[in-house]
């Protein structure tokens, strides 16, 4: 059975930083390109991040987020982080952690349906 629990969400002032991270077990995480998604109230969820899996290590962003937010992974740990810092009234939402089994993040990362498992979110409370 697939877990994945995302932890280290919370409230924090604008120009603040919080690191996330997504923990999985029962399935190979190494294997798996790793995505953080985000939901705000009234709004569709989009994509925030990826890594490919450790021997490619590739990253994306959402231009919304390039250059504030790093994405890393300790495959020996089976955790995803997300550091994400000075960080913005309009980066309050639900962050979601999601594992793809292609491995690879390609230019089509932000779609949803390309994950196959999904956590429970954690909620980012940006204020300012």
């Known amino acids: 059975q697939v877990q994945m629990v995302e932890s280290g969400g919370g409230l924090v002032q604008a120009g603040g930083s919080l690191r996330l991270s997504c923990t999985a077990s029962?399935?190979?995480?190494?294997?798996?390109?790793m995505g953080w998604f985000r939901q705000a109230p009234g709004k569709e969820r989009e994509g925030v991040s990826c890594?490919?899996?450790?021997?490619?290590?590739?990253?994306l962003y959402a231009d919304s987020v390039k250059g504030r937010f790093i994405v890393s992974r300790d495959n020996a740990k089976n955790t995803l982080y997300l550091q994400m810092n000075s960080l913005k009234p309009e980066d309050t939402a639900m962050y979601f952690c999601?594992?793809?089994?292609?491995?690879?993040?390609?230019?089509?990362?932000?779609?949803?349906?390309?994950?196959?498992?999904w956590g429970q979110g954690t909620q980012v409370t940006v204020s300012s």
């Open positions: 029962g399935l190979p995480f190494a294997d798996y390109a």
């Open positions: 999601a594992a793809d089994v292609r491995g690879y993040c390609t230019g089509s990362w932000f779609r949803e349906f390309l994950y196959n498992y």
């Open positions: 890594i490919s899996r450790n021997w490619s290590g590739a990253t």
